[in-house]
């Protein structure tokens, strides 16, 4: 039998594949990743006497936060804009004050709390708004006082307020540290606090390294 002739394809020409283009994608902000604020917080250790822990909270919101401010709906909406990330808080009081421990200590209890943002400049924002709102509250007379400096800065407020119908005397820090800001408030009875609070912001952050 004669074999079949194989056909032979001729050469044809062939066009070059048009690459699929490639959509760009549009750069996004780097996350900012968040710090572990608990070690910035006071332990029963760095206050002295016979203190108890009242108070704590490890993972506060706007609405938790926005609570404590004179305009609760303003607060909020300037902790969004500030690029708000999260805050702790942690509160200390000497159990069961009578009327003895109101004329003679000069710290009675302290309240700690560390918010932290996307950038220094919110956190100083947000630092300026927190002592302009101690000043105005009704029952609050602080005036402004010298402070150490600590991190990036210290500002201070000291005086008297009232709360629950006893007066009682203030001593307040508030610090700048790159995105975070730290606000100690020492509350006594007739003595002033505010030594004591300074002493235990110093104690701290030299502990952590500030």
Aim: hydrophobic fraction near 35%.
């Amino acid at each position: 039998p004669v074999p079949s002739r194989t056909a032979i394809a001729s050469p044809t020409s062939t066009s070059t594949p048009t690459p699929t283009p490639t959509r760009t994608p549009s750069p996004t902000a780097t996350p900012v990743p968040k710090t572990d604020l608990t070690v910035y917080l006071p332990v029963l250790d760095d206050l002295p006497g016979s203190f108890e822990q009242s108070r704590e909270n490890l993972a506060q919101t706007i609405d938790d936060l926005s609570v404590e401010a004179n305009d609760p709906a303003e607060y909020a909406r300037l902790l969004v804009s500030l690029g708000y990330m999260q805050s702790v808080v942690r509160e200390f009081q000497f159990p069961d004050p009578g009327v003895r421990e109101l004329l003679t200590k000069d710290l009675l209890g302290m309240e700690v709390q560390i918010l932290e943002f996307r950038g220094q400049g919110s956190a100083r924002s947000a630092l300026h708004y927190q002592m302009q709102v101690a000043q105005e509250r009704d029952g609050w007379d602080l005036k402004v006082r010298e402070v150490e400096q600590f991190a990036d800065g210290a500002w201070a407020l000291a005086g008297t307020a009232t709360f629950d119908g006893i007066d009682v005397t203030v001593g307040a820090i508030f610090i700048l540290d790159d995105n975070r800001l730290y606000r100690y408030v020492g509350i006594g009875g007739r003595e002033k606090p505010f030594d004591h609070t300074e002493d235990i912001v110093r104690t701290v952050l030299a502990r952590r390294g500030n």
